[in-house]
């Protein structure tokens, strides 16, 4: 059979959901810009001890605007290029490559009805988001 990417994507859109899962992906160069910056200019108005003033206030403002950018994980894996869903899509179908199913609502049943397969599709889902995205999974609301 072939692997319909739309049926498994349906079904980690469900499962993600099911689960509450948000991402924030890492935006560690904005904040480390903004504190490089702060430090330059603190440097100009205060020397030395400027530098070391205004990376640590630009630190925590760098920080500060990066925290809390979480956006629900069925939105991100449907916003994802084509290439990466067929990579996630490859990951999970090494899974469920023995179940047949007819569409995406009956490979949704199919997978929430048995807790263990649930649960490996789950982890690489999570997998693939950590180590592939580069981002943090937050869950609940």
């Not at 904040?31 to 003033?53: E, Q, V």
């Not at 990951?91 to 397969?117: M, P």
């Amino acid at each position: 059979m072939p692997v319909r990417i739309n049926d498994v994507m349906a079904l980690l859109c469900h499962i993600s959901d099911q689960q509450k899962m948000k991402v924030a992906i890492k935006h560690s160069g904005k904040g480390a810009l903004i504190a490089g910056a702060s430090a330059f200019l603190g440097g100009l108005m205060g020397g030395p001890p400027g530098i070391a003033i205004g990376g640590a206030v630009g630190g925590l403002f760098g920080a500060w605007m990066t925290s809390g950018q979480f956006k629900p994980l069925p939105q991100i894996i449907m916003e994802m290029p084509v290439v990466q869903q067929q990579k996630l899509c490859d990951d999970v179908y090494s899974i469920i490559r023995s179940i047949d199913w007819a569409d995406a609502t009956q490979l949704i049943l199919l997978v929430t009805g048995n807790a263990a397969l649930q649960q490996k599709v789950a982890a690489a889902l999570i997998n693939y988001v950590s180590q592939e995205l580069k981002a943090e999974i937050q869950y609940g609301d």
